[in-house]
């Protein structure tokens, strides 16, 4: 795995945990406002808090498809692009992004030409 990759999953993780530090943190002020019932917030169940998603960094994605594209998914990526609705990164729209993440992690198995195609180093006989 490049260094690269592996500091963007670091940043990931960190906003991840920030997330979820808020929402514990707001947890715990609404646990301190008192109640109806009477009874202590900390008796209670604390109901499980969705973290909102941010967004990811054009700089993020851009980053990640370059490595894609240095890894021989050069026309893979142009494709996801193209099904995104654009020619370039730019023309993708922001909300997209998690999910041309996604589909460019999965190229990994895919095949980069026709020599994986058939299997092996050689054309086919």
């Not at 979820?20 to 002020?29: F, L």
């Not at 202590?40 to 993020?60: M, S």
């Not at 894609?68 to 730019?90: F, I, N, P």
């Not at 922001?94 to 980069?112: C, I």
Request: aromatic content about 4%; charged content about 30%.
């Amino acid at each position: 795995m490049s260094k690269v990759k592996l500091l963007l999953d670091v940043v990931q993780d960190l906003r991840s945990l920030a997330d979820s530090v808020q929402a514990v943190a707001d947890a715990m002020m609404r646990s301190d406002a008192p109640d109806d019932t009477g009874q202590d917030a900390a008796v209670q169940a604390p109901a499980h808090v969705e973290p909102k998603e941010k967004p990811i960094p054009l700089e993020t994605v851009r980053a990640f498809l370059g490595q894609k594209s240095r890894e021989g998914y050069t026309a893979e990526v142009r494709g996801l692009l193209q099904k995104y609705g654009a020619d370039k990164l730019s023309g993708v729209d922001p909300r997209y992004y998690p999910a041309l993440m996604k589909d460019a992690e999965e190229l990994s198995g895919a095949p980069k030409g026709p020599a994986d195609l058939l299997g092996r180093g050689g054309a086919a006989k």
